[in-house]
Structure formats: C-alpha cells, structure tokens
C-alpha cells in the first residue's frame, strides 16, 4: 500500500524527511482493529514529528497522520480516536497516561490506506458525517473540545478569545464555542481569515494584540509566544486560560506579577479522551456544527499539503485521501 512516510528530520527543510513509498499492509495485532482508511487530514503535530519537535529520531521511519475515518474489518463506518492510552493507567483519563501516545507517535499513522489501532478507539461514525468531515475530528476538534469544555467549563454566555483563527484547533474552537452560546472574539494576522471567523459566529475578529471591546472569561491559546501578552491582557480577573500549544515558540515571558494579582488561571491541556469525542459528536448533532475544510488532496499531493499549512495558507482542515472512494460512499 501507498503510505506517507517520515524518514528524517530538519527543522530548516522539514519536508525533505517526507516520503511516498509502497510499504506492506498491517496485520491486527489481538485486541486491535485493521481499518481501510477513507480520509485523514493534516496536523500541525505532522509537521513537527518532520521538524524533530517532540519524536526522537529513533523513532523513525513512521507513517505520518493522526486523524482517520473509514472501514473496520466489519463493513463498519468509524473514527479512529487517536490517543492511544490506558484509562486505569490515568485515573480514568487516557490523556493522563503516563505512557500515552498519539497516533504516529510510536504506531504507523493514517496517511496510508490501512492502519492498525487497539478496538476501543474505533468509535462509530455517525452518518450525518462525510468522511472528510469525521476525518477532520479526531486531533483538532476533540482538542478543541476538552479546552473548552473540560478544563476551561465554559457556560452559554461566557466571552471566549480564540488566538490565531485559521488552524485546525482554533476553528474548531470557534465553532463549538458559538454552537454551546458564547460570545467569541477570534484574532488573525489574516484579514480574510478575520472575516471567515465572523461569518463562523464570532462577534468580532481582530489582529493579533489589538484591543478587544470587553474582557474575557476564557483565552483560548495554541499559538504561544506571539500572542501570549496579549492573551493574558484580555483576560478578565480570575479568568481561565488554556493552552494547548505553541506553534509561534514555546518560551514566553510568563508575566507572574498579572497572573497571581489577578488571579488568572492558566490551564494545559493535551488531546481528548474517547468519551470526551463521543460526548463531541452529540454535541455536534444536537448544534449543527461542522468542521471547517479548506481543501481535500490526494495521498500524492500531501507535500503541496504540507507547504499550504507552512505558508499558512489554510482555513480549517485540509483533508487527504489515501485512495479513491468508491461510488456510493460519502
């Protein structure tokens, strides 16, 4: 099977360690799944596994791609959950594992047209989901989804800043904070993409750092250093703000002085549990809410994939199909 494969790394010319090559198709392993991938999407985690950013070369090779919808071996339209973990091991939350992994991180990924996972990830897909759509869910918007509703508990009517509309994570978080009745205000350094936002839902999108017409009760904060300042400068006194990433840089000045005096909250938060996805895609039904695609490519293509998301070029999720679909399948 065609499979997209890192076989080294450069944080200077990440792309150069992603390759295309035929590799064998995985075999189940007791206890796990064998599914026929129909969609999967890009990651910025893809990207740093190629950057050397969080995966020891040892580690290498490994088929890349965190996100999957498709066939189980039973005919069965499912979502591959991507944290791999045991619950028991983390107190009932697999994200608190200490041995957790995402998928690619230790196990072959989903840009390919098979992929192995343990059975209890498999949750089924709902049928008003396409599977571009479900194959958009799994990283981006269950992350989204624990920020917002596990650590940071928001409410209807809470006011909601999302830095840096346009990823993955960020439009996801739009989207079920206006679904769930928050006031949202979003930032981008795109004008086009402040405009997506607000036709999204969100009262009002700014540039990044620009003043926002009121205080808020919760940051939602995936870029890092460049929007940091900011981000605790909009919360409110004892405001909630939870980051789940750092693509502009991890090391920020940490302004303690503003957090402890106004008692701000600063939360981590890491991937979802499968429970969490499964109480997201009620969610979703009960609200309409959808994931934001910006193009879907061919496994052939996912170098130009990966330079749109380089260059930032991207609204929401771009969606790869390792093969083509079969007439009658969404």
Known sequence: MLAAIAISQSATDPLSGLVLRDVPEPAPRPGWSRV????????MHDLWTLKGVGHPADRLPIVLGCD????DEDGN????????????????DETLDPDRALLSERHDGAFAQYLTV???NLVPKPDWLSFDEAACLPVAWTTAYRMLFTQARITPGDRVLVQGAGGGVASAAIRLAVAS??????????ADKRAEAVSWGARAAVAPGERLPERVDVVIETVGEATW????????????LVIAGATSGMNPPADL??????????IGSTGATRSEHVAMLRLMEATGARPVIDRALPLTEIHKGFQLMIDGALTGKLVIHPSAPETGQK
């Open 118 to 120: 343990p059975t209890r």
């Open 229 to 240: 300042q900011h981000s605790l400068k909009a919360l409110r006194p004892g405001g909630t």
């Open 181 to 190: 009745g928050a006031v949202v205000y979003a930032t981008s350094r795109s």
């Open 77 to 92: 339209e499912v979502i591959v959950h991507p944290v791999l973990g045991d619950p028991d091991a983390g107190g009932g």
């Open 68 to 71: 999957a919808a498709g066939y």
């Open 36 to 43: 026929r991938v129909m969609a999967s999407s890009l990651n």
């Open 257 to 266: 002085g503003r957090i402890f005096y106004l008692q701000q909250r600063v």
